[in-house]
């Protein structure tokens, strides 16, 4: 941790960054070209990890929102912007999404509407029921109705 703070007061914000760096390409004589030039990226001088434990630390300390450059105490707002850049700034691919969840815990409000809604309607629902269940029980009398059920194959019923 006490190399991180060093970096974070000899470099500042940029110790978070990651570095593009160029290497010159090496020539041999006049005409051949040993390794061409090429951009790298170097990764940033303090982790995000142990960024994150300077930061909470701060927090913690009540120091958080100043930084003393000559004691390497407290942690600078400014610095949250290279820690964590796709939460401060909207890209063309947008910001950190919220978790996608599950399919149950992603609908769950709109099951609990519609079974509401269904709760409603239930006394009338069930009434209905109840009277066309009743009204298929009961059954024409007479010589027609007998013999539509004796062909259709329920002779008792």
């Known amino acids: 941790m006490r190399s991180a703070i060093r970096l974070l007061v000899k470099h500042g914000i940029e110790a978070l960054k990651p570095q593009s ?7 041999v004589g006049n005409q051949y070209v040993a390794k061409p030039s090429k951009t790298a990226w170097r990764r940033p001088a303090v982790s995000k990890r142990v960024a994150n434990v300077l930061r909470k630390q701060a927090i913690q300390d009540g120091t958080y929102g100043s930084f003393d450059i000559n004691s390497g105490v407290g942690w600078d707002p400014m610095w949250d912007l290279a820690l964590k850049p796709n ?3 909207v890209t063309r691919f947008g910001g950190i ?5 599950t399919s149950r ?3 769950r409000e709109d099951r609990a509407k519609k079974l509401e809604a269904s709760l409603e ?8 029921y109840y009277t066309e269940r009743e009204e298929s029980r009961v059954q024409e009398k007479g010589f027609e109705a007998m013999f539509k059920r004796v062909n259709k194959g329920g002779v008792g019923r």
């Open 21 to 27: 760096v160029e290497t010159k390409a090496v020539v």
């Open 87 to 89: 939460q401060y700034q």
């Open 97 to 101: 999404q919220p978790a996608k969840k």
């Open 105 to 107: 815990q992603r609908n």
């Open 121 to 128: 309607t239930r006394l009338e629902k069930m009434e209905e």
